[in-house]
């Protein structure tokens, strides 16, 4: 009896698991690498790639600072959801970038985890940080003295939540093209990967 239950337990695992491989969604604070990793994943494994944040603004008609300005966190938090729920009501399979605070919306990210295989890019608040800056972005630290011991609070407030991924992926000294490949290989889509050179 005992056998057969975990034989069915395997099975549902299983199940439930194909059943969320047509979208795979990174997750992450500003700085994992998320869009860039997303892109490249999606280009190699010829899927759609969404960024959840670029939707938000195409539906709002704003800009995500202007979202938070003029109508608050809450109806950011509704564009979310709205947008995520369209994302996975489609039959394309998709690579998703969510924003890095989509785990704080309890009810959104038990959506994106019960239809997602999710991915945390993990990395340090420095490497979080020098990203960042080569991506030209100094808003970080522009009147914030103390933004890196913000972030590095906020890393430590997130992290138990990003350990909810089906799969963490450390990625201080890897390329963007490396966590792309342990993407693939950790979920299972090197058929789906053929033009992914090594």
Known sequence: ?????????????????????????LLGV???????????LAKQTKVQFVEL???????????????????GESYYRRLE?????SVLNTNRRTVIATG?????????????TQNTCSVWLSATAETHWSRVLDQG????????????RELKSLLVEREPLYRQADVCITTDQL???????????????ADDSSGFER
């Open 30 to 40: 500003r700085g994992a690498g998320k869009s860039t990793v997303g892109r490249l």
């Open 53 to 71: 944040d670029s939707e938000i603004e195409r539906r709002a008609d704003l800009t995500l600072s202007e979202i938070f300005a003029w109508h």
């Open 1 to 25: 009896q005992n056998q057969l239950s975990h034989i069915y337990d395997r099975l549902t695992d299983i199940a439930r698991h194909d059943a969320r491989t047509g979208k795979v969604a």
């Open 81 to 85: 959801r709205d947008c995520l729920m």
């Open 137 to 148: 972005d100094h808003r970080p630290m522009r009147d914030h003295p103390h933004a890196m």
């Open 175 to 189: 390329t963007p093209h490396q966590v792309a490949l342990k993407i693939v290989d950790n979920l299972g889509l």
């Open 100 to 112: 890095g605070g989509i785990v704080n919306d309890s009810d959104t990210f038990r959506l994106l």
